[in-house]
C-alpha cells in the first residue's frame, strides 16, 4: 500500500539553524514521484518541488536541499540558515505516476516554527 | 500555481443548507483533483475528474456529496445537508496531463459549519 510518514510532528528552531524534515514513503511501483509542499499560515499551498523516482541526484535550491534515498525510501529536506519566514507547515506527498489519474498521497505534515 | 483558483475563500453554512465550492484549473489543464484537509492533518484524495466526467470518485463521501466538471465553466464540489464534520479546508489541483505528474494548487476554500 502506498503511505507517506513525517515522523516529525513539530520542530521548532531558532533562526539561523539548519533543519532537516524528514519523509518516508511506501510504494510497490517503480515509477513514481515524490512531492514537497509548504502551506504558510496564510493557508495555500505552494509548490516546492517534483521528483522522479529515476533521477535520485540530489536537488539544491537557494536554502533549500533536498535528499532522495531510493535505498531508505526517503526524501528528506533540509533548510539552511532557517528563517521565521519559513514557519509553516510542511507536506511530503507521493503520486504513483505509472497510473492515470492517480491522486497525491500527504504525509500528516510537519510543522515547522522558526523563532528569532 | 496562482493559476489555480478557487472561490470563496471562506464560506460559512448552517448546519443543513449547501455548500457549493468552484475550481477553474490553470490554463490549457483539463484535468481537476479535489481534497480535503481536516484540522490537524494532512490532505486527503477526494475525486478526480476530467472535462464532463468523473473518473475516480473512490475518496468521496457515499452520501452528501458530489463533484462535477462541466464542458464550460469551473468545476463544483457539492455538499449537501452539511454537517460540523463537514468544516475543512478544501483544496482543488490542476494538471496537464493524465498522470498527475503536475499538481497546481488553488488556494483553498474554507469551509466552516455553525
Known amino acids: 500500500a502506498q503511505k507517506v510518514t513525517q515522523a516529525q510532528t513539530e520542530i521548532s528552531v531558532v533562526e539561523k539553524e539548519d533543519v532537516t524534515l524528514d519523509c518516508v514513503y511506501e510504494?510497490?511501483?517503480?515509477?513514481?514521484?515524490l512531492f514537497w509542499y509548504k502551506q504558510p499560515p496564510s493557508g495555500e499551498l505552494v509548490f516546492l518541488i517534483r521528483?522522479?523516482?529515476?533521477?535520485?541526484q540530489n536537488e539544491i535550491s537557494g536554502r533549500y536541499s533536498w535528499n532522495f534515498q531510493k535505498s531508505t525510501s526517503s526524501f528528506n529536506f533540509t533548510i539552511t540558515a532557517s528563517q521565521v519566514v519559513d514557519s509553516a507547515v510542511y507536506f511530503c506527498?507521493?503520486?504513483?505516476?505509472?497510473?492515470?489519474?492517480?491522486?497525491?498521497?500527504f504525509g500528516k505534515g510537519t510543522t515547522l516554527s522558526v523563532s528569532s | 500555481n496562482a493559476g489555480v483558483m478557487q472561490n470563496p475563500r471562506h464560506l460559512v453554512r448552517r448546519r443543513g443548507q449547501e455548500a457549493r465550492l468552484r475550481c477553474s484549473p490553470m490554463k490549457g489543464h483539463s484535468h481537476v483533483y479535489w481534497y480535503r484537509q481536516l484540522p490537524e492533518e494532512g490532505l486527503k484524495f477526494m475525486v478526480y475528474l476530467q472535462k464532463e466526467n468523473i473518473i475516480d470518485e473512490s475518496g468521496m463521501p457515499k452520501e452528501r456529496f458530489s463533484a462535477e466538471f462541466p464542458k464550460e465553466g469551473p468545476s463544483i464540489l457539492r455538499i449537501q445537508q452539511v454537517v460540523r464534520g463537514d468544516s475543512a479546508a478544501y483544496f482543488c489541483?490542476?494538471?496537464?496531463?493524465?498522470?498527475?505528474?503536475?499538481?497546481?494548487f488553488g488556494q483553498g476554500t474554507r469551509l466552516t459549519v455553525v
Open positions: 489541483a490542476s494538471s496537464g496531463d493524465r498522470r498527475n505528474t503536475e499538481a497546481f
Open positions: 521528483r522522479n523516482s529515476f533521477d535520485e
Open positions: 510504494t510497490r511501483d517503480t515509477t513514481y514521484y
Open positions: 506527498a507521493l503520486s504513483e505516476a505509472r497510473q492515470a489519474g492517480t491522486a497525491l498521497i
